[in-house]
Nanobody, 115 residues
Framework: QVRLMESGGGLVQPGGSVRVACVASGINFRLYTMAWYRQTPGKDRELVANISGDGRTNSRDFVQGRFTISRDNVKKTVYLQMNDLKPEDTADYYC?????????WGRGTQVTVSS
């Protein structure tokens, strides 16, 4: 059974940093592209960044230069390091993996950027 569990969110001041993590189980982790999404109330979930099994990354324009996605294939964990946070980065952050055409999601971790 594929399971994803996020952690590491919390309250952060504007300009601050936080790292969220997602631990995967039930898959041969190194084979799969992992992605981070975020969602705010009333809006669709949006892709933030993804990383292939061999470490190639893509990130959306609105986080380039501030957020970094990385992974540890031994720990079966994908990370999202978020720097220079802005109030508009406040959201629930979810990790996702696609397995055989089906998307699997974690329950999310909340990041609130506020003074």
């Amino acid at each position: 059974q594929v399971r994803l569990m996020e952690s590491g969110g919390g309250l952060v001041q504007p300009g601050g940093s936080v790292r969220v993590a997602c631990v995967a189980s039930g898959i041969n982790f190194r084979l799969y592209t992992m992605a981070w999404y975020r969602q705010t109330p009333g809006k669709d979930r949006e892709l933030v960044a993804n990383i292939s099994g061999d470490g190639r990354t893509n990130s959306r324009d609105f986080v380039q230069g501030r957020f970094t996605i990385s992974r540890d294939n031994v720990k079966k964990t994908v990370y999202l390091q978020m720097n220079d946070l802005k109030p508009e980065d406040t959201a629930d952050y979810y990790c996702k993996v696609g397995v055989y055409g089906r998307g699997f999601w974690g329950r999310g971790t909340q990041v609130t950027v506020s003074s």
